[in-house]
RNA sequence: GCCCCCAUCGUCUAGUGGCCUAGGAUACCGGCUUUUCAUGCCGGCGACAGGGGUUCGAGUCCCCUUGGGGGUGCCA
């Protein structure tokens, strides 16, 4: 078994790919098959620099390696279309030569006309074939005379039935095909003869792919025949749509910029920078439209190949809900290894934009106690905000207004008065260890007879500035007592 | 307009004619744990789009309606 995935280069990975690549993957890992990656760059107005690499650097993020492709090589390369126009340019000679395509010579406003007036006759616009057909020589006599020139290809005139791995067969009329395009007036292949030579140039035997293509099937497969190539397994996934059934698209992003408020996440390196791991990314997508069939929905990767099969992918479109991968983010860190999370976290303090300078600088042992204080966080990024605090300079601690009052002023500054008490208290600990820290508030409350949360919350917002923080004494033991120190000495001068 | 695909809790889904009084997850609500924010644990709310058939029996099969989606590019 051979599958393939093939992107166009036009950004970032997009998260509907991401899972089209895992289905592929899964699919070729499970059969021992190979896994091929192919780059369909063959829109050079839409070719976005730099987007290959991202696109790779996504796919490693994911942990969905390829057996064959470019950065890999293989035996069937180039792995590139843009460099393998020269065979293209031979089965397109081949097509016309053997009278199953044409030069058509209407141009793109031409074109446009005709649409607009079927348009407003109610009508779709079919191409309708050219009577008679121009002949090889007058299309190459128009071209040389620098006229756009496309290469069409004969439809033949016969129902086609796509049978579809997903969705069953499906057939589709004659008179829903016109003769479509195979060469551009750039002399660049469309889409459709790349893909469908390509794939068979390759070896492909399974194609998943979008639900966009399953009109393009029947074309690819009356190309096929046309060309002598065997037609390999098709089946195509359903679509994924945002929580309110809109298409999740890359401009939601500048739509939400634009009002103000933080934009959604999109593209797989989004989820990277927002601070989730690849596994809750891939565990969550691998269940839009597929499940193993049973109520058990957490797995690795390892676990899905294991699981998966193609008969158990749905054919129902999903909505992306957020609210779930966050809670499978926040169940994958405490799934993961202590160590993979470490990793994981660093590579999200490299890519994140908000990360504070002292923080980058952490060492590893740092990290660590970070996650660890943190544990039960939604993404790295809620990681950063909780302990933000410790990476700031003790005199640079901005206390929050509403926290000042509430914990510390209130019943005639009892929060302040508490912070008074302690301090001594505090300053005489000779072992600054976490358990002797909590074992000294717990002393303190017993000797006052206070409860914990007025002992704890008046330390709490004197070194963060907030009532938010891991666990008071944890949090103490982090800081040192020297900060400590200074950083409640620091809040009794200002706030007293 | 035409062609095609799809249809179970708000959302992701299990269900392949009797195991369905429709299961799980997530969200939401309530309780417990708790020094804060979370996490965790327990409980609750909550769906077969509508209408016709077929059958002893239908969420499951068929038809229609409705709703959603895809396609109708010298994009992929």
Redesign the pocket.
């Known amino acids: 078994m051979r599958v393939r995935f093939?992107?166009?280069p036009?950004g970032y990975l997009h998260i509907g790919g991401a899972r089209t690549v895992l289905f592929n993957w899964l699919v070729a890992r499970q059969a021992n098959g190979q896994f091929i990656l192919r780059i369909?760059?063959?829109?050079r107005?839409?070719h976005v620099e730099d987007s290959v690499q991202k696109i790779f650097d996504d796919l490693r993020w994911l942990g969905l390696d390829w057996d064959e492709g470019p950065e890999i090589g293989g035996d069937f390369g180039p792995y590139y279309?843009s460099q393998r126009l020269d065979i293209y340019h031979e089965h397109i000679d081949r097509l016309i030569q053997g009278g199953c395509a044409y030069y058509?010579?209407?141009?793109?406003e031409?074109?446009q006309a005709m649409?607009e007036a079927?348009?407003k006759s109610?009508?779709?616009?079919?191409?309708p074939r050219p009577d008679p057909i121009p002949t090889i020589e007058q299309g190459e006599a128009a071209r040389s005379a620098g006229q756009?020139?496309?290469v069409r290809f004969k439809m033949p005139d016969e129902a086609i039935t796509v049978v579809d791995d997903i969705?069953?067969?499906?057939?589709?009329?004659s008179?829903?095909f016109?003769d479509?395009?195979i060469?551009?007036?750039?002399m660049?292949?469309?889409?459709?003869l790349?893909?469908v030579v390509d794939d068979a140039l390759m070896g492909i035997t399974h194609v998943f792919r979008?639900?966009?293509?399953?009109?393009?099937t029947p074309k690819h497969i009356a190309l096929q025949k046309a060309l002598g190539f065997s037609t390999p397994r098709y089946g195509?996934l359903?679509?994924i749509?945002n929580?309110d059934?809109?298409?999740m698209s890359k401009r939601d992003k500048e739509k939400a910029i634009k009002q103000g408020v933080a934009p959604p996440e999109i593209d797989v390196h989004d989820f990277r920078s927002a601070g989730y791991l690849p596994e809750a990314v891939l565990n969550?997508i691998s269940?839009?439209?597929?499940?193993?069939?049973?109520?058990?929905?957490r797995f690795a990767l390892d676990e899905m190949v294991a699981l998966f099969r193609v008969?158990?992918i749905?054919?129902?479109?999903?909505?992306?809900?957020r609210?779930?991968?966050?809670?499978?983010n926040?169940?994958w860190s405490?799934r993961v290894s202590p160590t993979r999370l470490l990793v994981a976290f660093k590579d999200f303090l490299n890519i994140h934009e908000d990360t504070p300078a002292m923080m980058r600088e952490a060492d590893d042992a740092i990290l660590a106690r970070m996650l660890s204080l943190?544990?039960?966080?939604?993404t790295f990024a809620?990681v950063i905000k909780?302990t933000g605090f410790l990476f700031v300079a003790d005199e640079s601690i901005e206390f929050m207004p509403k926290a000042v009052k509430k914990v510390l002023q209130k019943k005639e500054g009892a929060g302040l008065a508490m912070l008074m008490q302690l301090l001594p208290k505090i300053e005489s600990l000779s072992d600054w260890s976490g358990e002797k820290i909590?074992q000294l508030?717990?002393d303190i409350c017993e000797e006052s007879g206070e409860?914990?949360?007025n002992?704890?919350?008046p330390?709490?917002v004197a070194i963060t500035g907030s009532?938010?923080?891991?666990?008071?004494?944890?949090?103490l033991a982090f800081l040192g007592r020297d900060r400590t120190l200074t950083r409640i000495r620091r809040c009794l001068a200002m706030h007293s």
């Open positions: 093939a992107p166009s036009t369909e760059d063959t829109d107005s839409r279309q058509a010579l209407e141009t793109p031409q074109l649409r079927a348009e109610k009508g779709g616009f079919r191409y756009p020139v496309v969705l069953g067969e499906v057939t589709l009329a008179d829903q016109e479509f395009v060469q551009k007036s750039d660049f292949p469309t889409y459709h790349a893909c979008g639900q966009e293509h399953l009109m393009n195509h359903s679509v749509f929580p059934g809109s298409k969550f269940l839009l439209g597929w499940s193993p069939g049973n109520d058990i929905e008969d158990r749905g054919k129902t479109n999903a909505r992306f809900d609210d779930k991968l966050l809670a499978f926040t169940d405490t943190c544990e039960g966080f939604r809620d909780k909590e508030l717990s409860k914990l949360g002992v704890a919350q330390i709490r009532t938010v923080s891991p666990s008071i004494h944890e949090t």
